[in-house]
Structure formats: C-alpha cells, structure tokens
C-alpha cells in the first residue's frame, strides 16, 4: 500500500494519500466478509467503517448471541423485485460453508428452532472471527472514517476522500447496509451513491418491524401488553406461523414482523388464533362436552385467560352476556369460529427504521451481476449485503445473504 502526503500550493500539507486494489466501505458482516476473502486472494484490501466499531449490528442481533445463519436458507427465504437475483451467490455459498468457518475458529453454537443457529457464548466472537481472518489476510480497517466523496476516473478506478485520507483503488465495494436502526449508525449512504452514480435504488422502507395500531384500537388490546402466543399470519403473498406479542404500542414477534415485509399501507393483516384447527368444530364439539361452560371459559382452554376474555368482546359475544355454549346456535359457533381464525386488523403503520431489523428494497439487482455483485456497466463498483434489494425472512437468512454476497463479490474484486 503507497501512501504520499502532497503539498498544498501555500505549503500546508494536504491530506494522506493511499493507493490499494480495493476499498471496502462498510465494516459490517458484509464488508468484513468480503475484505477477508478478497485480502486472503492477495489482494490489498482497506475497510472504511464510519462508526467507532466494527460489526455493530453483529452485536446486538440474536439478544447478543447472533443469529449467524439458518440451516434451511435458500432463496424461497428472500424477497426482491428479482427473486431468481440471489439464487447464483446462495448456492456458492451455503450455510454449511459459513459453519465450517465457525467451526474453524471454535465458536460453540446452538440451534434454537427452525434452523435457526445462535452462538453459544455472545456475538462478539462473530466479529472476533471476522476481524481475525481480516487480520490474517492482511486487510487495514480504519474505524470512524467518515466518507466525503466517492469519484470513478474516466480512464478506470476509484477515489475515495475521507476526512482523514485520500484512498485510490482498483474497486469499491459498497457494504454499508441500509437504513434500519439509525441509532446504530444507519445511513441512506449507499442509495445516495448508486443514485451518483445513475443505478436505480427500489424504494426502501422498513422491514422486520413491529406493527403500531391506531388509538382506539390500541385501547381495545391495551390490557394484552407483554401477553404473547403462537399464530398464523398473513399479509399479501406472506403467510407464516410463529409468535405473537401484544405490545402498549401494536403487535410483534416473529409472526407480524414477518409479514411487515409483504404488507402494504392500507392493507388489512389476517391473525389465525388456533393455526391448525378447524375452530368452528372445535367449539361445536365442545359445546357437547360442556355444554353449560361459559365461551371465554372454553377459549381459555386454547388461548391466554386474558386474551380469551378479550376476543369475546371483539368477537360481538358480549351481547350475549359471555354465552354458555348450549346457548349458542350453529352459525354463531361458525361465525365465532372464522372470526377466530381469520381475525384482520388494520395496521396504522409500523414502528418504522427505529426498530426495523432490516432494509426492504435497495440498489435495483437489473444493474448488478448476480455472479459476482458488481454494477454491469461500472467496472470495478460493487454492492453487497442489506444496500442491495434482496431482504431476508426472519432468522438469519440476513447473514447468510451477506456472508454469500461477500464472498461473490471477494472473489473477483
């Protein structure tokens, strides 16, 4: 790596100036990713992260322990205006591949349900990983580099000015995520630089986020908060069964934030409270069973007291006083029993970027290499990781997404 330090004509000194094959701007899980694999290929690669630390997200995802990958991914685990864009980086790279790594470096795990692996001690031993194989293969990493401009020469390359240094590069590797979470440091910065350099971006908003409800009926379930279950969901082509948990401000949980990344303003999302039952049977047969038992009585017997007494309400049963099964007909049971199992509710929206896991949308994938990440028409401009518009379901399809993009792009860059 060169570096120079050039005189101002009134003689102050300008800034440091460094000369390296590539520039990795990002040091997430995508970019740190990407910076190892491409330093341990000979190359000489420098991380600009503009946070005071690395792999932030890393850190706090998983309750601390990381989510580092699901045992199942694969492409039907991923949204995109292109959803044949991430089978090519997905099948190159697995998550088996990304458990060897893993293994490689002793990191006990554990999986926690649906695939889903979890280190066993913390999330700082992904980034240790991560900063361990960067170290080996000879990356620099420059923490709190705050990026002023990104400029391509016409003749090829790039020129990265920093508030501290001028880097120039063979390539530029843009890994640094979306919007979600701005208090970790999240910026629109890589849609604002696709856009400079005239690619598309799809309209980003958050995903993997908790749902608000409007004031009256957030008073309806305001005596639920902290309650949780297990449901079915749906919303637009999204339809998932996991937990759900009422919360002083909506819904969340696995299940709602799921199907925020198909839902749409406007569109009403569907709650199945007894997911695999035929409800309106049920209740029939155990009408015959205890017949003088009290509705809510009986839908305490599947769901939380509270909730039990609360669906009753909402269900139109309080004009019956909380009926005793014998006193209901057979089309009030059916009726209770769809209403039951295709509750919908109206979103007032959702909890947006704050506390959204992920970036829905992204640099548009029709001007980027499925095979190796790179901008088709911008030789040596690459995009990887969250800033691309590839957006996993819940359970570390997210990682996987950016350890298989990294080593796309770090084998060729």
């Not at 910076?35 to 600009?48: D, E, K, N, P, T």
């Not at 391509?152 to 020129?159: E, F, I, N, P, V």
């Not at 995520?177 to 208090?183: E, R, T, V």
């Not at 608000?212 to 449901?231: I, P, R, Y």
Request: proline letters at 4%; charged letters at 20%.
């Amino acid at each position: 790596m060169r570096q120079s330090q050039p005189m101002a004509a009134d003689g102050s000194m300008m800034a440091k100036s460094f000369d390296t094959d590539v520039i990795v701007l990002g040091g997430g899980a995508a970019g740190l990713m990407c910076a190892a694999v491409a330093g341990a290929r000979g190359r000489r690669v420098q991380v600009l992260e503009k946070t005071r630390r690395c792999g932030k997200k890393i850190l706090m995802s998983g309750g601390g322990r990381c989510n580092f990958t699901n045992l199942y991914s694969g492409p039907e685990n991923f949204l995109s205006a292109n959803p044949h864009y991430c089978k090519s980086a997905l099948a190159r790279y697995t998550p088996a591949d990304f458990i060897a790594l893993v293994d490689a470096h002793g990191i006990a795990y554990h999986e926690k349900e649906r695939g889903q692996l979890f280190c066993d001690d913390s999330s700082k031993q992904i980034v240790r990983m991560l900063l361990d194989e960067c170290r080996a293969a000879g990356v620099g990493i420059e923490t709190e580099a705050d990026i002023r401009s990104v400029e391509r020469y016409a003749a090829g390359g790039y020129r990265v000015e920093a508030a501290s240094a001028v880097w120039t590069a063979e390539s530029v590797v843009v890994a640094t995520g979306g919007l979600s979470i701005p208090k970790m440091g999240a910026t629109g910065f890589g849609f604002d630089l696709a856009r400079q350099f005239g690619l598309p971006v799809r309209e980003p908003r958050a995903a993997l986020v908790p749902f608000t409800l409007d004031k009256a009926a957030g008073q309806s379930f305001a005596q639920l908060s902290g309650l949780g279950l297990e449901v079915g969901a749906r919303a637009g082509e999204g339809d998932f069964d996991a937990g759900m948990l009422f919360t002083h401000r909506g819904l969340s949980g696995p299940a709602m934030l799921q199907v925020s990344s198909y839902w749409q303003p406007g569109e009403t999302v569907a709650v199945d409270f007894l997911p695999g039952t035929d409800a309106a049977a049920w209740l029939a047969e155990r009408r015959t069973a205890r017949p003088n038992a009290r509705l809510s009585s009986v839908l305490a017997e599947r769901l939380p007291k509270r909730l039990a007494a609360c669906l009753c309400r909402e269900a139109g049963a309080e004009k019956l006083g909380d009926p005793r099964l014998k006193a209901m007909s057979e089309a009030e049971l059916v009726r209770l029993g769809e209403r039951l199992t295709d509750w919908h509710f109206e979103p007032d929206g959702t909890e947006g970027y704050r506390t959204a896991e992920v970036t829905l949308g992204g640099v548009d994938t029709d001007v980027l290499s499925s095979a190796t990440m790179a901008a088709r028409d911008l030789p040596g401009l690459y995009f990887i990781g969250e800033v691309v518009d590839v957006t996993g379901h819940l359970g570390g399809h997210n990682f996987q997404w950016a350890w298989a993009s990294a080593q796309a792009a770090g084998q060729v860059v």
